[in-house]
């Protein structure tokens, strides 16, 4: 037997889970590379993705492997923020608490979400312990009904947090009352696959992004499955509606973009592109590609040769 | 090591091909599940797919697997074709001139278009032998240039095979210089994979159809991997651009999708949907998505999870 096919073997047999932490540092490319080291050369993690946005001055990894490898990795990618980045000197578009600001735990394969709040538990317990940074539960690993909505937890902000974890209901659920002094708070959690989509705006006033952002997003009466906030990019001279689509089977990306495109026609805004931040699953793309092709009856699940051959 | 372990090793270490055999019966479903009966069954070769439609009267079934496996239920579709289809009074509007009409072989995986060269003389030269049915040998088989196109290989259709056959350039590569009686002739190759699209346009009049099909075709000037012709579906009151999009890398579904529109638009005639025919590759649908949500910088290698997976 060859060496890649015993290597299929021990990928089959194993558990598989993503994580996707987001870091606080979106413009130091030394910051950038000490936290992508720590993420590499780890047995039985793959580093599949790493991106960073200088206006939200933020940067996403996108981890795979074996839940204790991914729990490592994330663990040291920790570290590496809490030492090299200062929360007291951060500014940027994007909502954030901590120099670890999130990190999510993602069933993949042969793994359920019961063993992501797991590990999520876990990891969160070490951030709180060996680092001194504190942690709140969020997602599926949620210890009260009003931490599950990561926007919740996170309300405050960096700067809002000293206070908000002395209030009676927002006690960590790991760790103390106090924030880290530069690396602030964390939240650690499980949750389903979402994709990172943004729709960008040709233009620098960021309300049409923001009016645009209320107008879609669940929270406010839009699409059900849909968080969006409007946020500017000074370093590009234009603006975003920056979504996470928890739930692309009930609220797919075809019909967030293209309700975005009404609304932006009728501000008279241009839509200038989108990206999507990290992976995103073939399902998400390829029901976009049917709607836009109108191809009503193609049935994703049995014509599609990748995902056949997978299946034999 | 658990049984489905075992079944992933013998996969992956096994030469897997396609082949998607179309036969000239759409109408008929005792033959159709006939044909089904014929391609089921035989060891190492999964019927990922069929489908058969009542006006192009035809149906094209996606095979999977060994090339041994798969060149087995190819021989056994064809003499089942053979046996149950009269051409001498089959009508439809795809051009045709054989029961068993094109059989093409595709590598997949661990497996080179030179192999499914010598499967497809091999499965020719039974069909030729052991049925009674002369063939050519077509795509990346053909012995003479002038046979690589299927058009040119099929033009005068069954009727006018007597006397093709007989023209000294046109002798057959497997069989003798008379059609089968009542199954023609067959069209054996191996190519790389290609998605049968079709667009439907909300007209009875075939002329738009025919039209726009001469406009996008490489053939007659228009898109360079695009194989395309008009044609009627009576049951539905409508017609069709029916193509082979031989290299979507190259030639994307959603240009020349984009084009029909464009052009119908002019004609004042409406597209009213489309229709993959059989299995489509992951990545010729994931750049329609990125072309239609304007994902510029998305790169589809890097990006997709299920992809990623694989690679591990």
Not at 62 to 88: K, Q, W, Y
């Amino acid at each position: 037997m060859t060496q890649s096919c015993i290597h299929y073997i021990i990928i089959f047999m194993e558990k598989l889970i993503e994580c996707v932490p987001n870091f606080s540092e979106g413009r130091d490319m030394g910051v950038i590379a000490a936290l992508r080291r720590a993420a590499e050369g780890i047995s039985g993690v793959a580093l599949l993705d790493y991106s960073s946005d200088p206006d939200h001055n933020r940067s996403v990894f996108t981890l795979l492997g074996s839940p204790d490898g991914v729990s490592e990795a994330a663990f040291r990618l920790c570290r590496v923020a809490r030492d090299n980045i200062d929360m007291t000197r951060h500014s940027g578009a994007h909502p954030r608490m901590g120099a670890a600001d999130v990190i999510p735990f993602i069933p993949i394969r042969g793994s359920t979400m019961d063993e992501c709040v797991e590990v999520s538990r876990r990891v969160a317990g070490l951030i709180a312990n060996e680092l001194g940074i504190p942690c709140f539960l969020y997602g599926e690993s949620c210890t009260r009904e009003e931490r599950r909505d990561l926007a919740s937890v996170r309300r405050g902000g960096f700067e809002g947090m000293p206070h908000k974890l002395l209030q009676e209901e927002w006690a960590p659920d790991f760790g103390g009352r106090a924030i880290h002094p530069t690396a602030g708070v964390t939240a650690v959690g499980a949750r389903k696959p979402l994709v990172a989509f943004n729709v960008n705006l040709g233009t620098p006033d960021v309300r049409a992004a923001k009016s645009i952002a209320k107008a879609i997003r669940g929270s406010s009466g839009g699409f059900a499955h849909c968080k969006a906030i409007g946020v500017k990019l000074e370093s590009r001279g234009a603006t975003q509606v920056s979504m996470n689509m928890v739930d692309c089977d009930s609220t797919p990306l075809h019909t967030v973009y293209e309700a975005i495109c009404e609304h932006a026609a009728r501000l008279g805004v241009p839509v200038t592109g989108s990206e999507i931040i990290g992976l995103a699953p073939a399902d998400a793309l390829i029901d976009c590609a049917k709607h836009f092709l109108k191809l009503g009856d193609f049935d994703r699940d049995r014509q599609v040769l990748e995902s056949r051959i997978l299946e034999l």
